[in-house]
């Protein structure tokens, strides 16, 4: 099955700095890599996907991209906002397999 | 409100009774996934139903976990005889259908505390 790993757990960023968070995964056949959030009392929600066929995807402050080659994605979040602070998890499906295997998680503060 | 709901939000129980969880997923999915969450961890896969046939069990779903999805539409999950490792969040999530685009939608989950 899938091992998908993620760092940092803890993240402390002055708002207006940027963030990233990076994920590696085990299953080279894996073609779809999601980003969800997640707030207090809440499920996860996606913020940004990738798939497997393109290194990059931007929207608005978020983009992620991924290296196939080394098994790795990464989230960056630019221009950092309170409302930013949340819980982050990576994902990514074992091939043939519909289901998502999910990070750790990464717990973001936005610092005043 | 056309999200993921479930049903209860807590429940705290005594440690050997049973309970069910409910979930109603987005109408247009077909597909209707059981996540178990602990603190400080991600959301770690139960099950997961294509219509009402339950395609797949983790192996780490003991047999005292058994889920439904009689009409493809709800979805129960029941612990029986619970213990006190179950407190956890139990979330579900739907996705599929023919707009499928590989997102899981989360309901806000279920939480159970065993006393």
């Known amino acids: 099955g899938e091992n998908v790993e993620q760092h940092p757990s803890t993240l402390s960023v002055q708002e207006g700095d940027s963030a990233v968070i990076k994920c590696t995964y085990s299953d080279s056949a894996s073609n779809y890599f999601p980003w969800y959030k997640q707030e207090l009392g809440k499920g996860p929600q996606l913020i940004i996907d990738i798939r497997s066929n393109v290194g990059e995807k931007k929207d608005q402050r978020i983009a992620v991209t991924l290296n196939k080659t080394a098994k790795h994605f990464s989230l960056h979040i630019t221009e950092t906002q309170p409302e930013d602070s949340a819980v982050y998890f990576c994902?990514?499906?074992?091939?043939?397999?519909?289901?998502?295997?999910f990070g750790t998680g990464t717990r973001l503060t936005i610092i005043p | 409100d056309t999200g993921v709901s479930q049903d209860p939000r807590h429940k705290i129980t005594k440690r050997g009774q049973n309970v069910t969880f409910r979930c109603d997923p987005i109408s247009e999915h077909n597909r209707l996934y059981w996540y178990r969450q602990t603190l400080g961890q991600g959301p770690e896969f139960l099950t997961y139903f294509q219509n009402e046939a339950q395609l797949e069990k983790s192996r780490l779903l003991s047999d005292r976990f058994s889920a439904e999805r009689p009409k493809g539409s709800f979805s129960t999950l029941e612990i029986q005889r619970t213990e006190q490792g179950d407190s956890a969040m139990y979330l579900c999530?739907?996705?599929?259908?023919?707009?499928?685009?590989?997102?899981?939608?989360f309901g806000e989950g279920s939480r159970l505390t065993v006393l």
């Open positions: 994902a990514a499906p074992s091939f043939g397999n519909e289901k998502l295997t």
């Open positions: 999530a739907s996705g599929g259908g023919r707009t499928n685009t590989g997102e899981l939608f």
